[in-house]
């Protein structure tokens, strides 16, 4: 079993800056993609922005220069940098891993979320 902990969440002003990060931890044998999506009240999960083993990456158009995803593989971890931050950033953000524990067994996990809201 796997368990992603997410943390960085929070209140912050429109044009703040905050830094989500989610740590990996249980039976890792390897990480493929690792992703953060969000879902604002009412509306559907979407994906934010992904990044693969090899370190491609990815991004919704509506954070493209303004969110930075990255992710230290030796600590199974990624993290999200976002600035620029809107009002309509606001929603639960989750994180995403596409996990090898073993050469046959590959599963999917997620975050418990984190809540990101920007207001003034």
């Known amino acids: 079993q796997v368990q992603l902990v997410e943390s960085g969440g929070g209140l912050v002003q429109p044009g703040g800056s905050l830094r989500l990060s989610c740590a990996a931890s249980?039976?890792?044998?390897?990480?493929?993609?690792m992703n953060w999506y969000r879902q604002a009240p009412g509306k559907q999960r979407e994906l934010v922005a992904g990044i693969r083993s090899g370190g491609m990456t990815d991004y919704a158009d509506s954070v493209k220069g303004r969110f930075t995803i990255s992710r230290d593989n030796a600590k199974n971890t990624v993290h999200l940098q976002m600035n620029g931050l809107k009002p309509e950033d606001t929603a639960v953000y989750y994180c995403?891993?596409?996990?090898?524990?073993?050469?046959?067994?590959?599963?999917?996990?997620w975050g418990q979320g984190t809540q990101v809201t920007v207001s003034s």
């Open positions: 249980g039976r890792i044998f390897s990480i493929n993609a």
């Open positions: 995403y891993a596409d996990v090898q524990s073993a050469v046959l067994i590959r599963a999917h996990y």
